[in-house]
Nanobody, 123 residues
């Protein structure tokens, strides 16, 4: 059974940093691609970042490019999202997800999802 468990969310002041993590179990970590999405109240789920199954390729949404970094640790079956220079508009629930193929920028590509972790940025 596949499980994705996010952690590391919290309350942070604008300009600060936060790292969220997602532990993946129940599937071959190094053979699946991983993505982070976020959703704020009343808004659609938004692509944040993704990393290819081998870790060689990363992708970012335009709103986070240059500020966020996605990485993975196969030894810990964990994917991270390092968030720097946070802005109030980054406030959302952040979800990790896994897939074995497809367009990594599209939420419909992903087959398994975590429950999310809340990130709130105040000015």
């Amino acid at each position: 059974q596949v499980h994705l468990v996010e952690s590391g969310g919290g309350l942070v002041q604008a300009g600060g940093s936060l790292r969220v993590s997602c532990v993946v179990s129940g599937l071959p970590f190094n053979r699946c691609s991983k993505g982070w999405f976020r959703q704020a109240p009343g808004k659609e789920r938004e692509f944040v970042a993704a990393i290819s199954w081998g870790g060689a390729l990363t992708y970012y949404g335009d709103s986070v490019k240059g500020r966020f970094t996605i990485s993975g640790d196969g030894a810990k079956n964990t994917v991270y999202l390092q968030m720097n220079s946070l802005k109030p508009e980054d406030t959302a629930r952040y979800y990790c997800a896994t897939t074995f193929g497809g367009d990594l920028r599209r939420a419909t590509t992903y087959t398994d999802w975590g429950q999310g972790t809340q990130v709130s940025v105040f000015s």
